[in-house]
């Protein structure tokens, strides 16, 4: 199947600091890539969406200035958290899709493991 | 509103047993899937089953099965046979086909406890 890294698998930072998160498409090309969040005991959360190439879209709630998403080709995107603060701890999970034709209904999403985000 | 329902925050079922989890839906959408994915402690997400708005069968892969029930939108998980690797998170998910990025969204997941 479809193998989707992340790197860092888990990252401390000091507080104020930034860090990125890389999120690779091994195998395939993405098309759009996802960034979710999840806190502890929590579901995933929809950050934003990137298209290869174009500017990310972000959900209600997520401020672009602080986490920034840069899909520069079709097989990595990153996601840089600015002036880090512990609030921001969380596990980030990316998530990689490429579209095709027979494939729009299926299960062509596929996830990274996952970065755990610790600020201090 | 919230478009996956997970109501069972917790399950507890004893090896080799079958056990149900819910998931109820919400959208005005024809086209859409609905996906059941695993999460163990580790964090990755393990993709199981899958099912289109126009299946007309229920998916079914290996022990998982997935009972569609679209008047009453939902889409619970059906795992035969629980076995001790099976204790895991558990999420609901589904995907709009006709909005923006087709973007998935998930429920608040229900923590399966299989025990010996």
């Known amino acids: 199947g479809a193998v989707v890294s992340q790197h860092p698998s888990w990252v401390i930072c000091k507080s104020g600091t930034s860090v990125k998160i890389e999120c690779r498409s091994l195998?395939?090309?993405?098309?759009?890539m996802f960034w979710y969040r999840q806190f502890p005991k929590q579901s995933l959360m929809l950050m934003a969406t990137?298209?290869?190439?174009?500017?990310?879209?972000?959900e209600q709630g997520v401020e672009k200035d602080k986490f920034l998403i840069n899909h520069a080709s079709l097989t990595l995107s990153t996601l840089t958290v600015t002036s880090a603060h512990p609030e921001d701890s969380s596990f980030y999970i990316c998530?990689?899709?490429?579209?095709?034709?027979?494939?729009?209904?299926?299960?062509?999403?596929?996830f990274g493991p996952g970065t755990r985000l610790t600020v201090t | 509103a919230q478009k996956i329902t997970q109501t069972q925050p917790g399950m507890f079922v004893q090896e080799k047993e079958a056990v149900t989890l819910d998931c109820t839906y919400d959208t005005s959408d024809q086209s859409y899937g609905l996906f059941w994915y695993k999460q163990p402690s580790s964090g990755e997400m393990i993709f199981l089953i899958y099912?289109?708005?126009?299946?007309?069968q229920n998916a079914t892969e290996g022990r998982y099965s997935l009972n569609f029930q679209k008047a009453r939108k939902s889409a619970n998980l059906v795992i035969s046979a629980s076995q001790l690797g099976d204790s895991a998170m558990y999420f609901c998910?589904?995907?709009?086909?006709?909005?923006?990025?087709?973007?998935?969204?998930f429920g608040t997941g229900t923590r399966l406890l299989v025990s010996p």
């Open positions: 990137s298209n290869e190439g174009s500017k990310a879209t972000y």
């Open positions: 195998d395939f090309q993405a098309t759009t």
């Open positions: 099912q289109g708005s126009y299946d007309e």
């Open positions: 998530s990689a899709r490429t579209l095709g034709g027979e494939q729009r209904f299926s299960y062509e999403q596929y």
């Open positions: 998910a589904m995907r709009e086909m006709n909005t923006g990025f087709q973007k998935l969204v």
